[in-house]
């Protein structure tokens, strides 16, 4: 029986046979430091109360903005 080595990105959760892979897809992600503008509706359009869109700030400085669903 032969035991095998994965590595696991601690991103993503992905399992890589490779350590070097794996540390590119870690390396690779970027992370949000911080909320640059929420948009939210008002009452008459979303009874829920969260915004509909959120630009976030990474950790390189670009903007990137999300939209719900
Ligand atoms: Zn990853």
């Not at 794996?22 to 690779?28: D, L, Q």
């Not at 829920?48 to 976030?56: H, S």
Request: glycine share 4%; with cysteine.
């Amino acid at each position: 029986m032969k035991q095998e080595l994965t590595y696991r990105c601690e991103i993503c959760n992905t399992v890589y046979n490779n350590k070097e892979i794996c540390e590119k897809c870690e390396k690779n992600h970027h992370m949000p430091r911080d909320i640059e503008s929420c948009r939210y509706r008002p009452i008459t359009c979303n009874q829920a109360g969260y915004p509909d869109r959120i630009t976030v700030v990474f950790d390189n400085g670009e903007l990137i903005t999300y939209k719900r669903g």
